[in-house]
C-alpha cells in the first residue's frame, strides 16, 4: 500500500474532520499524485514553489497546512520517520484579514430562535463553548460533568484532549434535553446517530439570513466566542488557546476580531 492509498484510507474511516475537509484534503493528494510529487523534502519543496507561482496566497497556505497534517499522520502510523513538511519553507503572505465580525451576543439570539429543539442546543453549545462543528457533534453525554460544570472534548484536532467550562443555565438546558439518558451522544438522529452535518449548518444558515440577513457558519460562533473572551471578558491570548484547542498561539490572534470601525472604512475616508 502507498502513502497515497493509506491517506485515502485513513481519511474515509476518519471521524472528526467534515465532509468539506475530507473532500479537501482529497483534493489535495490527487494534485500531489498528479504532480507526481513525493514525499521528500526535496520534492514537496519544488511543488509549493510552483504552487506559489500559480495560485492565490490563501490557497498555497490551505494546502501546505493540508499536507502537512497528512504527513503527520504518516508519522504517526510510522510510514514516515519525520514529516517531510516541516522542512518545506512556510509560506509567508502578510495581509491584515477583515473579516465580518458577529457579536456573540446577537449570535446567541439569532440561535435561540431557531425551532428545531437538537439544533438550537447544539449550536448554542458552541457558542457558549467554542467547541468545533465536530467535537460537539460527536460529543458523549458521558463526557459532561454537570457537578463540577465542565465538559471533555475527546475529539479535538491532533488528539489533544481538553477540558472547557460550562455555564450553569446551559449545563440545565443540557439536563433536561437528555431526559434522563446517561450514555450516548448528546446530539443524535431520531435513529440514534449523530445528528446531520448539512442540514445542521444549513438550519444556522438558514435562521441567520431569516433574523440577520446575513449568513452564519459553524466557525462564526468560535471566533465570536474567542473575541468576547478577549475584548469583553479580558481572558489572556494562551487561555483562549487552551478553551479552543489550537496548538499555536499565531492561530488563536487570527480569531480575535476588532468591534471598531473597520479597516477598510478608515482608509476609505482618507481617499473621500
Not at 35 to 63: C, E, N
Amino acid at each position: 500500500m502507498t502513502h497515497f492509498d493509506y491517506l485515502e484510507q485513513y481519511l474515509v474511516t476518519h471521524i472528526t474532520y467534515s465532509k468539506q475537509t475530507i473532500k479537501a484534503y482529497r483534493s489535495d493528494l490527487r494534485q500531489m499524485k498528479h504532480h507526481s510529487v513525493d514525499w521528500s523534502v526535496k520534492s514537496l519543496q519544488t511543488y509549493f514553489d510552483q504552487l506559489i507561482g500559480q495560485y492565490k496566497p490563501a490557497t498555497a497556505m490551505r494546502r501546505y497546512h493540508a499536507l502537512t497534517a497528512l504527513g503527520n499522520e504518516l508519522v504517526r502510523a510510522k510510514r514516515l520517520r519525520k514529516n517531510p513538511m516541516r522542512q518545506v519553507h512556510a509560506i509567508v503572505h502578510q495581509q491584515v484579514t477583515q473579516r465580518e465580525h458577529h457579536p456573540l451576543e446577537e449570535t446567541i439570539q439569532t440561535i435561540r430562535q431557531i425551532s428545531h429543539p437538537t439544533y438550537r442546543l447544539f449550536f448554542e453549545l458552541i457558542s457558549q463553548t467554542g467547541l468545533r462543528f465536530m467535537e460537539a457533534r460527536l460529543l458523549s453525554i458521558e463526557d459532561i460533568q454537570f457537578a463540577t460544570l465542565t465538559l471533555l472534548v475527546r475529539n479535538g484536532k491532533g488528539r489533544r484532549l481538553r477540558t472547557v467550562p460550562l455555564g450553569e443555565r446551559l449545563a440545565h438546558k443540557l439536563q433536561v434535553f437528555l431526559v434522563g439518558r446517561t450514555t450516548g451522544l448528546v446530539f443524535r438522529s431520531v435513529r440514534g446517530q449523530a445528528i446531520n452535518e448539512q442540514q445542521a449548518r444549513n438550519t444556522l444558515r438558514a435562521q441567520s439570513l431569516a433574523m440577520c440577513g446575513r449568513s452564519l457558519h459553524p466557525h462564526d460562533l468560535r471566533v465570536s466566542f474567542a473575541t468576547y473572551l478577549y475584548q469583553k471578558g479580558n481572558r489572556k491570548l494562551l487561555e483562549i488557546q487552551r478553551l479552543l484547542g489550537h496548538s499555536s498561539s499565531r492561530t488563536t490572534e487570527g480569531y480575535i476580531l476588532s468591534q471598531e470601525t473597520k479597516l477598510q472604512q478608515i482608509i476609505d475616508a482618507l481617499s473621500a
